[in-house]
């Protein structure tokens, strides 16, 4: 079962930055992505049964960027 969850991403000054964040994370198996550089908001939707919120968020912070976790 997909799950959805939106992401505060921290640190993204230009469209680039958004733009790489939203490759690396497209390139994750069972992840689909949007980064919005302006709201600083990453919208994911994975499978869980594939990759857990914890690899998605080190995956940004490896980036070189913050993730915050709404609730
Ligand atoms: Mo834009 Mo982001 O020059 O690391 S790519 S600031």
Known sequence: EEQHITLGVTGMTCAACSNRVEKVLNKLEGVEAQVNLTTEKATVKYN??????????KKIENLGYGVLTEK
């Open 48 to 57: 869980p049964e594939k990759i857990s919120v914890e690899e998605i968020t």
